[in-house]
């Protein structure tokens, strides 16, 4: 894996330059925390180099200076413990590390442990680079691979996220190794359940039972068509008394609800009207006279 020229030279200055595996893991960790690193996050190229680092001396053993990765971070000590704490929880290295054995019993396919062993074997003989087999890409690729041979079914978002790449970057790997798996592992034993034959001895068969059936005869009651009649009239007043009853009861309930009715209604108050007086037309000079003669109320001015 190639590093960059910042990686080299913060290694040179922290002394573990020297250190090819470590270099190769810090690298992987640093393209890992970029995938994975918000836009507002405050942390700068170089102090995540340093961090990244630090991550693999741990990881590897190797000795390096805290008080010196600090200064050459730019961070100041409290910031730079608590960056490097984030950065372990975003990359999942405080977890457990994901191997075969964990990734078949959490996919309960123990059968494929064997196979998914040795293909991780060879693709580490096989391939030209050195490759950390501890990341968990490659356990989860060999896991896929061995369940793809066997013709078993595993959830492939699972596995994606699992191995903490992307889906281009799981099936450019997907690809690569399915060139050299199909080469060396593809023959599988097909597994089949042979057909069931059902054998019959001859001694049985000639025990079969030839005798003829006995007739099974049921004898029926026959009825009169006296007790028929009667039981059939009696049955029918019983049907005319139950409706007669619920006649009676529907009835009783209308009544009574009509008498309800009624009582709720108030008596309805018709006012009476006054006769209406015609108004008489009367004039200033003229009244009115029984013997229809007009009599004139003010004096003409003559």
Known sequence: MATSKTLLLLANKLGIAEEGKLLSKAAELERLLQMKLTAGNNLTDT?????????AATIYGADLDHKTAIKYSGLKGPTYTSSKKMVENLLELNNDKLTVSSLCLNFQCNGVKGLAENILQDIQK?????LDMTLPQYACMAVYQACRINKIKLPKSKMVEKSRLKLGQWSKLEAEWAKIIDEKFAVVMKRGRPAKVKVVDDEKAMDIDTSPKKEIVIERKVESYEDWKRRMLEQAYKELEVLENERKIKKSVTRLSIHEESLRRSPRKTPIKSPQKTP??????KGPRKDGVIRLVFPKDF
Not at 126 to 130: I, L, R
Not at 280 to 285: A, E, G, R
Request: charged share 25%; with cysteine.
């Open 126 to 130: 096989t391939t030209k680079m050195e």
């Open 280 to 285: 008489q037309k009367f004039s200033p000079y």
């Open 47 to 55: 102090s995540r180099i340093v961090i990244c680092l630090d991550l």
